[in-house]
Nanobody, 123 residues
């Protein structure tokens, strides 16, 4: 059983900053990738930033230069530092982990999602 717990959302004025955290816990063998997604009202969920176990990162164009994803592998935790926030960044932010667990049949890889954290940027 794996749990993903996010924290750090809130209300901030445009131009401000927030730092989201996502901690994975449970019977984790390893974590391949961790990513942050967001979903605004009436829109589809989109990938915001992704970090692989090899250390490579990727970002959606709209956040490049403003957001930074980081991982603490020892703590099974991912962070999303969000600077220069804009009203259009308002959304529920979700963390996803591509996590390997040890099962009776061997190692299995599944995607696990957090419950989401609200980020609201006022103009």
């Amino acid at each position: 059983q794996v749990h993903m717990v996010e924290s750090g959302g809130g209300l901030v004025q445009a131009g401000g900053s927030l730092r989201l955290s996502c901690a994975a816990s449970g019977t984790i063998f390893s974590i391949n990738a961790m990513g942050w997604y967001r979903q605004a009202p009436g829109k589809q969920r989109e990938l915001v930033a992704d970090s692989t176990s090899y250390g490579s990162t990727s970002y959606v164009d709209s956040v490049k230069g403003r957001f930074t994803i980081a991982r603490d592998n020892a703590k099974n935790t991912a962070y999303l530092q969000m600077n220069s926030l804009k009203p259009e960044d308002t959304a529920v932010y979700y963390c996803k982990g591509e996590i390997v667990t040890r099962q009776t049949v061997g190692l299995m890889t599944d995607n696990y999602w957090g419950q989401g954290t609200q980020v609201t940027v006022s103009s």
